[in-house]
């Protein structure tokens, strides 16, 4: 039985309030008693459900079925698929509360019934919402009452979730803390007396603000618990929402976008960046995002987007060794290398990339090859998603020729970090060598360093360990690397990319 629950489903549930992300085999933040109907398991007049866990998936397919349509979601942590349950195990379960049926996937997200079970919901949240002029005065109302309905069936309370709010209009402003109200009435209450501000929809400029300034312990942030910005946005934002994507990431913070009333096609042309929300969000693959069509009849969204706020393991959108790393990969072309020694090295370029989440918000991957000569292979914003970055080492040429690895060392750290070094992103440069350089490592080595690039000397065959020392950050043990052969580089994989993760975590202290 480990790995499976039986649910019982009760009858004639309104099929619109099922969220269900896949088609048989379900994510695991989906309505149980949904999917069980989406696939046929059930009808919509209940039933005993038997729940399988799974492991997670990387896509889940949206499929129209027995009257729900499921949703697109990509990477999630667990799954389940249902099957039919067994009688006595269902006549057990009416024991007990349906509303708090819920399988044993671990997600902690509420299933079924209301009210939905929200001591498994523990996050920090502050609601951003929409004060300018293009919602106006009236949709504001509407705004207001949705957000009070999200509040009060989020449960707020001293254990469970904590809410604040900010308006953004032309200056953003915070209208209370999440230490101010802990219980749902008086959020409630609240909600009711915001003012309508009016002005532009800097949303960029708010968000930002809200990232910096609204999750201080002494404004009523709990440590270790969630924490997430849900922006309202009425139509476009008038600023920029990348920048402040950033920023929130940095801080930990994981943003959702609920957008109302899209731009039409006749209004595109007004919106300076019709990709707003994907540069908002921190992971783009649907689970931030939130439409509704207009602020009228929004009480059926209410649930989809509680049950998302309290999903605990989505919510990784903070900056870590993974997503906010440049690395970039010396590598030695000497003659000595040979043409199939030199594709394992490669190899070993490669696997180290693969660990990291390459993109235009995440970490960047840049390769230089050296002989006497020096030609950069690709640059840091040359490739901006993995299987780019990997096609891009492949197709790497060998060059042979001399070594001057000092040479190498400075060129690099001007031509290729020099445009990131103000960037987020910590930097590190793995040098790979397999011999004796011709000129000083030292100087150019240390001129990286103090330009705060992290040094791992890699060393094969005939590199001397004292050179390989020499180049290497402190300590020096600990950022340097030696293997007799090329076949020894790939156990070395799994240590370089703990070495970023350590002294990427060390910098942050
Ligand atoms: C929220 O708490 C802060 C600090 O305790 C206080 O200054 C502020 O007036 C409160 N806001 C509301 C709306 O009660």
Not at 60 to 78: F, K, M, T
Not at 242 to 262: D, H, L, P, Q
């Given at each position: 039985?480990?790995?499976?629950?039986?649910?019982?489903?009760?009858?004639?549930?309104?099929?619109?309030?099922?969220?269900?992300?896949?088609?048989?085999?379900?994510?695991?933040?989906?309505?149980?008693?949904?999917?069980?109907?989406?696939?046929?398991?059930?009808?919509?007049?209940?039933?005993?459900?038997?729940?399988?866990?799974?492991?997670?998936?990387?896509?889940?397919?949206?499929?129209?079925?027995?009257?729900?349509?499921?949703?697109?979601?990509?990477?999630?942590?667990?799954?389940?698929?249902?099957?039919?349950?067994?009688?006595?195990?269902?006549?057990?379960?009416?024991?007990?509360?349906?509303?708090?049926?819920?399988?044993?996937?671990?997600?902690?997200?509420?299933?079924?019934?209301?009210?939905?079970?929200?001591?498994?919901?523990?996050?920090?949240?502050?609601?951003?919402?929409?004060?300018?002029?293009?919602?106006?005065?009236?949709?504001?109302?509407?705004q207001k009452n949705f957000v009070g309905k999200v509040a009060?069936?989020?449960?707020?309370?001293?254990?469970?979730?904590?809410?604040?709010?900010?308006?953004?209009?032309?200056?953003?402003?915070?209208?209370?803390?999440?230490?101010?109200?802990?219980?749902?009435?008086?959020?409630?209450?609240?909600?009711?007396?915001?003012?309508?501000?009016?002005?532009?929809?800097?949303?960029?400029?708010?968000?930002?603000?809200?990232?910096?300034?609204?999750?201080?312990?002494?404004?009523?942030?709990?440590?270790?618990?969630?924490?997430?910005?849900?922006?309202?946005?009425?139509?476009?934002?008038?600023?920029?929402?990348?920048?402040?994507?950033?920023?929130?990431?940095?801080?930990?913070?994981?943003?959702?976008?609920?957008?109302?009333?899209?731009?039409?096609?006749?209004?595109?042309?007004?919106?300076?960046?019709?990709?707003?929300?994907?540069?908002?969000?921190?992971?783009?693959n649907g689970f931030f995002s939130y439409q509704m069509p207009?602020?009228?009849?929004?009480?059926?969204?209410?649930?989809?987007?509680?049950?998302?706020?309290?999903?605990?393991?989505?919510?990784?959108?903070?900056?870590?060794?993974?997503?906010?790393?440049?690395?970039?990969?010396?590598?030695?072309?000497?003659?000595?290398?040979?043409?199939?020694?030199?594709?394992?090295?490669?190899?070993?370029?490669?696997?180290?990339?693969?660990?990291?989440?390459?993109?235009?918000?995440?970490?960047?991957?840049?390769?230089?090859?050296?002989?006497?000569?020096?030609?950069?292979?690709?640059?840091?914003?040359?490739?901006?998603?993995?299987?780019?970055?990997?096609?891009?080492?492949?197709?790497?040429?060998?060059?042979?020729?001399?070594?001057?690895?000092?040479?190498?060392?400075?060129?690099?750290?001007?031509?290729?970090?020099?445009?990131?070094?103000?960037?987020?992103?910590?930097?590190?440069?793995?040098?790979?060598?397999?011999?004796?350089?011709?000129?000083?490592?030292?100087?150019?080595?240390?001129?990286?360093?103090?330009?705060?690039?992290?040094?791992?000397?890699?060393?094969?065959?005939?590199?001397?360990?004292?050179?390989?020392?020499?180049?290497?950050?402190?300590?020096?043990?600990?950022?340097?690397?030696?293997?007799?052969?090329?076949?020894?580089?790939?156990?070395?994989?799994?240590?370089?990319?703990?070495?970023?993760?350590?002294?990427f975590l060390d910098s942050k202290q």
């Open positions: 039985r480990k790995g499976t629950e039986d649910v019982l489903c009760p009858a004639n549930c309104p099929l619109w309030q099922f969220y269900v992300f896949g088609d048989g085999v379900y994510a695991s933040l989906s309505s149980v008693c949904g999917a069980a109907i989406h696939s046929g398991v059930i009808t919509n007049t209940g039933g005993a459900v038997r729940v399988q866990t799974l492991p997670g998936q990387d896509n889940y397919p949206a499929v129209n079925a027995n009257g729900i349509q499921s949703q697109v979601l990509s990477r999630w942590a667990s799954s389940f698929s249902v099957t039919a349950g067994a009688k006595n195990t269902a006549l057990e379960a009416v024991g007990r509360s349906v509303s708090t049926a819920r399988p044993s996937t671990g997600t902690g997200s509420p299933q079924q019934g209301k009210p939905l079970g929200m001591r498994y919901c523990k996050a920090d949240i502050a609601f951003l919402i929409d004060g300018s002029y293009n919602i106006g005065q009236r949709r504001f109302n509407l009060v069936m989020l449960g707020i309370g001293t254990e469970g979730p904590h809410v604040g709010v900010v308006q953004a209009s032309e200056h953003p402003k915070i209208e209370f803390y999440l230490k101010n109200f802990t219980a749902a009435k008086e959020v409630l209450f609240a909600i009711k007396e915001l003012g309508f501000r009016g002005g532009n929809s800097n949303t960029g400029k708010a968000l930002k603000y809200t990232a910096q300034k609204f999750f201080s312990l002494e404004n009523g942030a709990r440590k270790g618990i969630p924490k997430i910005i849900v922006v309202f946005l009425d139509g476009w934002p008038s600023d920029d929402l990348e920048e402040a994507g950033i920023v929130a990431r940095e801080f930990g913070v994981n943003v959702f976008i609920v957008s109302v009333a899209k731009p039409t096609t006749e209004e595109l042309g007004m919106v300076q960046d019709i990709g707003f929300v994907d540069k908002a969000v921190c992971r783009n207009t602020w009228f009849g929004t009480t059926k969204y209410v649930k989809p987007l509680v049950q998302k706020l309290c999903s605990h393991e989505q919510m990784l959108c903070s900056k870590t060794c993974y997503n906010s790393v440049n690395i970039g990969f010396l590598i030695d072309g000497s003659s000595s290398v040979g043409e199939s020694n030199f594709r394992l090295v490669l190899e070993f370029v490669s696997n180290v990339a693969k660990a990291f989440e390459i993109s235009d918000i995440g970490s960047k991957v840049a390769a230089v090859q050296f002989t006497y000569d020096q030609r950069t292979e690709f640059s840091f914003t040359d490739h901006i998603t993995k299987d780019k970055v990997l096609s891009a080492i492949r197709n790497i040429r060998y060059m042979s020729g001399g070594t001057a690895t000092g040479d190498a060392i400075s060129f690099t750290t001007r031509n290729v970090f020099g445009p990131v070094k103000d960037g987020p992103n910590k930097n590190f440069l793995v040098v790979l060598t397999d011999g004796q350089s011709y000129d000083d490592v030292r100087g150019p080595a240390a001129a990286a360093q103090k330009a705060g690039i992290t040094v791992f000397s890699v060393g094969v065959a005939w590199a001397p360990l004292d050179d390989l020392k020499d180049m290497a950050s402190e300590p020096r043990e600990s950022h340097t690397f030696f293997t007799r052969e090329f076949t020894g580089l790939e156990q070395m994989v799994p240590d370089i990319i703990r070495g970023i993760c350590r002294d």
